[in-house]
């Protein structure tokens, strides 16, 4: 059995389904350019293990594994990226539901305050970078981080409910350098039912 590649996935809505929030053109240079680039850098450092292996040669093993950290974190937050955001009236911008909505108002106090830290990470992500929420499992607990990069300042193993993607690739063509804009933006346009399955799929 030859092992698989990686591949850029189908959106689950078209790429002016989410403007103006995020105009078709934005939408799909980050995915067709930007995202396709990290499916592809990962599969070219899987090629290049495999072709050393064969040859014998040694690599820069350290050099090598930083590039396939970042871009296997390009791809993986990518991949959940798209899938929690939806059009506005087709999912895109509801409030969550049942119990991720005791969990967010036992950890934060309610949805407000929620939205406001997670919005000030988004905002405060030093370069290029991510908001995340996440579920704590040893604790039961939700909690925002941020990931710098793909691959920075993120603790292993730790599920991911919801991410936001703060790169300036993200955001550019629309918002220019106002990134507390398109941060504003997002609210509008997250898939609340896809976090919610994400929170359901992972409870205990
Ligand atoms: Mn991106």
Redesign the pocket.
Known sequence: MSPKIYTLPALPYGYNDLSPQISEEQLKL?HTK??QAYVTGVNNILAKLEKARTDGTDLDMKATLKEFSFHLG?NDL?NL?WFNLAPVGKGGGAEPSGKLVEALNAEFGNYTRFKKEFSQAASSVEGSGWAVLTYLKESGRLAIMQIEKHNINFPVGTPILMVL?V?E??YYLDYKNDRAKFVEAFWSIVNWAAVVQRFEAIQP
């Open positions: 980050h930007h995202h390009g990518h990226f993607d790169w690739h993200a």
